[in-house]
Every structure is written in structure tokens, then in C-alpha cells.
């Protein structure tokens, strides 16, 4: 079972985490030629997958059920860096699942998705906040950053448990490689992000 975790090189917020999460070890590319024939890069890290396309987040559908046709591998959650956009503009690290249930057949869904449909969310959402807000202090983004658990509002369409990491809420935050850093880690959960942390104080006290 894989981790698909899906960028787009069209979103800050969501490139530049991306661009973080592969400058870890371990990295290589993963030949996948039917996605790639679509504008899908692929990469692989021990049981974590990463997709790259250039389209909106929420444009490409059923990414966990394409990868398995592709790879013959079974996917086991998916998990999207975006922006979030929010009135306040408020500078913000969220976490939420996806989907449109609140729509009606007929209706148009703004930001993807179909209506009446959500995605499983994904049983990390919790852990991943706690999480979140622990690394967002670890590199002072708190008070500064508010970190948040948002309601689902969106697609892209997917079958397995699904969640999204996201950066708020101007182009100022979007672009802040602090913030990508802390979202990086995040999405490989904490065994990583317990390692990086303490590789990073051994090297302030050097």
C-alpha cells in the first residue's frame, strides 16, 4: 500500500512544499508512462508517491485510481498541498477533508468535485494537526499562523481517504518556504518529521 501525494506547479503553496518534500533523501523517479504521457511526473520514497501536474489542484480526478492502473500498486490515501484562501487573509496552516456533499444533482461544483460526493477523509486528519501545530511552533510560525481543521468544500474526485494540507492566505504566505518546510514534513508523518526536528536542534547547537 502507497501514499499518493499530489503538487501542482501552477500553485505556490503548492510547489514550493513540494519542492521542499524532494529535497529530502531518498527520492527517485518513478517510470509511469501513461501518466507521464498526461503531464504527470512521478517520484518514490520508500511507501510515499509523489505526483506533479500542472493543472489546478482540483482539475485531475481519480489520481489514486489512474496511479493504480499505471503501477499495478494499491493506494492507500491520498494527500494534496494548495493554497487556502480565507476573507480575513489571515496567514494560516490547514488541514481538511474533500468533497461537495451539500450539492444537488444538477448543480455546478465551483472548485471540482461532483455533487453529492465526498471522499473518505482521511483517518489522519487528527494526528496530522496535532502534528502540524507542533512543527509550526518547532519553526515559529505560531502565533503568527493560526492553525486550523477547515469543513470540505471541494474536489479533485478521488475513492480513497483523502485530506488536504494547505498555506493561507495571500501571496505573501503562499510563497513563505518556511511554511512549505513544515508542510513537507507533515506529509510524512512523524517518524520523519521527529528525525528532521532533531537533526535541526543538533545542528543550531553546533
Same mark, same amino acid.
Given at each position: 500500500?502507497?501514499?499518493?501525494?499530489?503538487?501542482?506547479?501552477?500553485?505556490?503553496?503548492?510547489?514550493?512544499?513540494?519542492?521542499?518534500?524532494?529535497?529530502?533523501?531518498?527520492?527517485?523517479?518513478?517510470?509511469?508512462?501513461?501518466?507521464?504521457?498526461?503531464?504527470?511526473?512521478?517520484?518514490?520514497?520508500?511507501?510515499? =508517491?509523489?505526483? *506533479?501536474?500542472?493543472?489546478? !489542484?482540483?482539475?485531475?480526478?481519480?489520481?489514486?485510481?489512474?496511479?493504480?492502473?499505471?503501477?499495478?500498486?494499491?493506494?492507500?490515501?491520498?494527500?494534496?498541498?494548495?493554497?487556502?484562501?480565507?476573507?480575513?487573509?489571515?496567514?494560516?496552516?490547514?488541514? +481538511?477533508?474533500?468533497?461537495?456533499? +451539500?450539492?444537488?444533482?444538477?448543480?455546478?461544483?465551483?472548485?471540482?468535485?461532483?455533487?453529492?460526493?465526498?471522499?473518505?477523509?482521511?483517518?489522519?486528519?487528527?494526528?496530522?494537526?496535532?502534528?502540524?501545530?507542533?512543527?509550526?511552533?518547532?519553526?515559529?510560525?505560531?502565533?503568527?499562523?493560526?492553525?486550523?481543521?477547515?469543513?470540505?468544500? +471541494?474536489?479533485?474526485?478521488?475513492?480513497?481517504?483523502?485530506?488536504?494540507?494547505? !498555506?493561507?492566505?495571500?501571496?505573501?504566505?503562499?510563497?513563505? *518556504?518556511?511554511?512549505?518546510?513544515?508542510?513537507?514534513?507533515?506529509?510524512?508523518? =512523524?517518524?520523519?518529521?521527529?528525525?528532521?526536528?532533531?537533526?535541526?536542534?543538533?545542528?543550531?547547537?553546533?
Amino acid at each position: 500500500m502507497v501514499t499518493i501525494v499530489v503538487a501542482t506547479t501552477s500553485d505556490p503553496a503548492s510547489i514550493n512544499p513540494a519542492y521542499a518534500l524532494l529535497a529530502m533523501p531518498g527520492w527517485l523517479p518513478v517510470p509511469a508512462p501513461s501518466l507521464l504521457q498526461q503531464g504527470i511526473k512521478s517520484f518514490a520514497n520508500k511507501n510515499v =508517491r509523489f505526483l *506533479q501536474h500542472d493543472k489546478g !489542484i482540483v482539475e485531475e480526478d481519480d489520481l489514486d485510481r489512474r496511479w493504480e492502473e499505471a503501477t499495478g500498486e494499491a493506494v492507500d490515501e491520498v494527500i494534496f498541498f494548495s493554497k487556502h484562501t480565507a476573507v480575513s487573509n489571515r496567514p494560516a496552516l490547514t488541514v +481538511h477533508p474533500i468533497g461537495v456533499p +451539500h450539492l444537488r444533482e444538477g448543480d455546478v461544483p465551483p472548485q471540482g468535485g461532483r455533487p453529492g460526493w465526498a471522499a473518505p477523509p482521511d483517518p489522519r486528519i487528527g494526528p496530522w494537526l496535532r502534528l502540524l501545530k507542533k512543527l509550526a511552533q518547532s519553526y515559529n510560525l505560531v502565533p503568527e499562523f493560526e492553525i486550523t481543521l477547515e469543513g470540505t468544500h +471541494h474536489g479533485p474526485i478521488t475513492t480513497k481517504p483523502t485530506m488536504f494540507l494547505e !498555506i493561507g492566505s495571500t501571496d505573501e504566505y503562499w510563497k513563505r *518556504q518556511d511554511a512549505a518546510k513544515v508542510i513537507a514534513l507533515v506529509s510524512l508523518g =512523524r517518524t520523519w518529521a521527529r528525525r528532521w526536528c532533531c537533526s535541526r536542534k543538533l545542528g543550531q547547537r553546533g
